[in-house]
């Protein structure tokens, strides 16, 4: 194994690149760093890029076997006059020593981060550390909002438009609460928070569940630059931050079996109709969300006798979820059969819409999503339900007559879609209290004497 003596200087942060003297290191090593460190690091030079004069620009290639990200050196020769062996200009370019020294420097601070967040334990992915070397940093580290936009950006360019939406408009919130687009990481503390929180209460007036949802979007974006070895989890500022329980736990709304089978029972037409239906479909399949209903394709459903199989792809998490459909959701199908040579979709819900790019396609599914949500509450309404019915209510309907019937969390899990048991566990918490008001009741109060 590599003795490694590194100075003191190791451990303090280095600044952004062009400001940096080179640290004098004192390495034994008998191999490479790849040893050390999972992160490879190769200077290279971009031949497909070459300008007018037939120079090249040189990169700094990161890659931990997962991803690949390149950082310019701010040099460029032609191919002739550099040596990929090395990775360094050759000695006959009249400015070799100026850009080696460049190379040099820029590489040995990429080695410095990687080394550093080692030590600390915490992982730094190729995206950060470009970031990093770019000198995208605050004097307290890297900028919160810098990084939020590029997680956004990310987002989008996944097709994850509806959570990108969601993160932006947050973002947004939070700067014109602070009056400036840009904080480091270290600026973002428990006093922060709660100003935040108390400014959409008193202020904006938010309700406390906008409030801790608001928030809990800026907790998702700091656990995500943990996630990448930027920030070191054990520094959340939201360990010190809970929200109220009672705004956590709100008891979610839900149908019983008996009320949806009185929504399915009402003689319908036209959109009502198809409200009412998608509504159902989504119940029978176990919860599936409002943008999966609204873009089902047939390609996603396979008949098998008597019976269809559903798989396909969920938009909110990219999870993978497959299930027998029940004859109930079979039978809502049949309605739609005649649709299945001329459209893709199973459902007309997004007909005539043009759901060419992603963020049309975001429109479109808000939009409509809100109308139906109206429509259903007056179909409710007429099947003599006085509760508050959207479309998501489909899928605390299904979660709790599942779990009401005795249905396994590993099931329940699997039908729902969810990655974790822990998170179906979390799931249902809200949807607990009236089965322990009646196991525990039951037991203390015993039988009549």
Request: charged share 30%.
């Amino acid at each position: 194994m590599p003795q490694i003596r590194p100075n003191s200087h190791i451990l303090k942060p280095p600044e952004p690149y062009g400001v940096q003297e080179i640290p004098d290191f004192t390495f034994t090593y008998t191999f490479t760093y790849a040893v050390i460190v999972a992160v490879k690091i190769k200077p290279v030079l971009v031949q497909h890029k070459v300008d007018a004069e037939g120079r090249a620009p040189v990169w700094l290639r990161l890659s931990d076997g997962r991803a690949t990200a390149y950082v310019s050196v701010g040099v460029r020769v032609r191919p002739s006059e550099w040596n990929a062996r090395t990775g360094r200009v050759r000695r006959s370019h009249p400015d070799a020593e100026q850009f080696n020294l460049l190379i040099e420097r820029l590489e040995q601070q990429a080695r410095q981060l990687v080394l550093r967040a080692r030590l600390e334990g915490r992982k730094l992915d190729v995206r950060t550390l470009k970031l990093l070397l770019r000198g995208e940093q605050e004097p307290g580290g890297l900028d919160f909002f810098a990084f939020a936009r590029r997680e956004i950006e990310a987002l989008r360019a996944k097709g994850q438009a509806f959570l990108a939406e969601k993160y932006e408009v947050t973002v947004r919130k939070f700067a014109r609460f602070l009056g400036r687009d840009h904080l480091p990481f270290g600026g973002l503390t428990p006093e922060l928070l709660r100003a935040f929180e108390l400014h959409m209460r008193t202020v904006l007036g938010n309700r406390e569940s906008t409030a801790h949802k608001t928030l809990a979007v800026l907790r998702a974006i700091f656990n995500r630059a943990a996630g990448a070895g930027l920030v070191s989890r054990s520094k959340s500022p939201f360990q010190a931050w809970r929200p109220e329980s009672k705004a956590r736990h709100r008891p979610k709304e839900r149908l019983t079996l008996e009320e949806v089978r009185r929504l399915e029972a009402l003689e319908l037409s036209g959109l009502d109709a198809l409200v009412r239906d998608a509504w159902c479909f989504a119940f029978y399949a176990v919860g599936m969300r409002w943008a999966d209903v609204a873009l089902l394709r047939w390609d996603s459903l396979q008949e098998e006798g008597d019976d269809w199989r559903l798989r396909y792809v969920q938009r909110k998490t990219g999870v993978v979820k497959e299930l027998r459909l029940p004859q109930p959701a079979v039978r809502i199908l049949g309605r739609y059969l005649h649709r299945r040579t001329a459209h893709e979709r199973v459902f007309p819900i997004l007909d005539g819409y043009r759901l060419d790019d992603p963020e049309r396609e975001r429109r479109a599914l808000s939009s409509r999503c809100a109308y139906f949500n109206k429509r259903l509450q007056a179909i409710a309404t007429r099947a003599g339900i006085t509760k508050h019915v959207t479309f998501h209510t489909a899928r605390h309907s299904a979660a709790d007559v599942l779990r009401k019937a005795g249905v396994s969390l590993y099931a329940l899990s699997r039908s729902l879609g969810h990655s974790s048991l822990r998170i179906t566990e979390a799931y249902l918490a809200a949807l607990d209290a009236e089965a322990v008001d009646r196991e525990v009741t039951s037991v203390l109060e015993g039988p009549e004497p």
